[in-house]
């Protein structure tokens, strides 16, 4: 993928999170690309707006994108999202069959990608995405950091 | 929780896990009962009839569930199902609260829960229900069974 389409997702997917944290919502914004590298669905975290411990925002475009595509296989796409994925995230992402991840901040509390679980690492995952972490960090990991600065 | 009562539950979840074969699902049933024991959502998989790769029994009645009570947590809730839940619906177990876990057989190929990620025996799981697996297996591996045979 060219730097700057990838770039241009990444900021979308933070424009996504700042959403999420106007609404009140742990901000986590999420983007996903089709295979031609343009955009299909973005979602920013819903989970207090709708009563959903499962809405992040991963599982929110990789629904959308599946119901754009009328396919529970998201062959050739690519998702970034501005947290590392916990593990509910990164199983449906495997499930979904997504090509590349790309990812922002690292979550060393509850994240299931580097840490804890490991999804893709397992003998029990069936697909794993390659993985593209840091790419808008900073940026990420402020918008976060704002946010639970703002809640205390 | 009565034995008859877990019984009843787990009854519901096979026949959940039945209809779903019938419609060509992978068969998996669940359901969630409320703090009092009565049951709540009853939900059979659904990934292929929604283009859903996040559509799981137990991400369907936890998601139902949370609707009826307008809350993200089912706070003394109990899940039932026929299956030993993937790292998805494991985490999304997690998220919900759900205080004790009912499971059938156990899944060696794709399991969360004894295997691979073992989810709940992370540093990263906040909250692990009270695990009470083998409930209704013989008849939870032998609906599968069937269905497996049935598509070879």
Not at 54 to 77: D, F, P
């Amino acid at each position: 993928m060219a730097p700057e389409r990838v770039e241009g997702h990444m900021l979308r997917a933070l424009q996504e999170a700042q959403a999420a944290a106007e609404r009140g919502e742990v901000p986590v914004g999420a983007v996903v690309a089709g295979p031609d590298g343009q955009l299909l669905a973005a979602a920013g975290n819903r989970t207090r707006e709708l009563s959903d411990p499962t809405a992040h925002a991963e599982m929110l475009v990789i629904r959308r994108a599946c119901a754009l595509l009328g396919s529970e296989r998201l062959i050739n796409c690519d998702l970034y999202v501005t947290l590392e994925p916990c593990p509910m995230c990164a199983a449906a992402i495997s499930f979904a069959r997504i090509r590349r991840l790309y990812y922002g901040a690292s979550d060393p509390k509850s994240g299931g990608v580097e840490q804890g679980p490991r999804v893709f690492n397992q003998p029990t995952c069936h697909h794993a995405p390659e993985l593209y972490p840091g790419i808008g960090e900073p940026e990420a990991a402020a918008i976060l950091k704002a946010f639970f600065a703002g809640r205390r």
